[in-house]
C-alpha cells in the first residue's frame, strides 16, 4: 500500500495537504478491511477471516451470497457480502501454481 504523502515527501515537498492525506489514508483502509475468506460454517454461522488482519469473525449465514463456500473470498460492499470473483481467481492460480511446483 502506497500513499501520495510518501511520494511527495520523497520528492522534497514540505507542503502537505492533511485533510488530502486523511482522505487517502481513511480510503485505504476501508479497502483492506473489506475482505474476507469463508473459513468454515458452524450450522447457521459462517465464520470469516479478515484477509489483511486476521481477525476471525462469525456472521449469520443468510447474509452470505448463496453460492458461498469454504474458502471463498468475500468483499463487504455497502454492508452486503459479495463474492470477490477476481480475487478469488487469483488465489486459486497462486494454489495451482505452488502445486503444480511441488509435483515437479
Not at 510518501?6 to 492525506?21: T, V
Not at 465464520?47 to 451470497?65: A, C, H, S, Y
Amino acid at each position: 500500500m502506497e500513499l501520495n504523502l510518501l511520494n511527495e515527501l520523497n520528492r522534497g515537498q514540505e507542503e502537505i495537504d492533511i485533510n488530502q492525506f486523511q482522505r487517502e489514508l481513511t480510503n485505504k483502509l476501508e479497502e483492506m478491511e473489506n475482505k474476507f475468506t469463508v473459513d468454515r460454517f458452524e450450522g447457521d454461522i459462517a465464520v470469516l477471516e479478515n484477509r489483511d488482519t486476521g481477525e476471525m469473525i462469525n456472521i449469520n449465514k443468510n447474509e452470505l451470497p448463496q453460492d458461498a463456500k469454504e474458502g471463498s473470498i468475500l468483499k463487504l460492499n455497502n454492508k452486503k457480502y459479495e463474492i470477490d470473483m477476481e480475487e478469488q481467481k487469483e488465489v486459486e492460480k497462486r494454489i495451482k501454481d505452488k502445486m503444480n511446483k511441488l509435483w515437479k
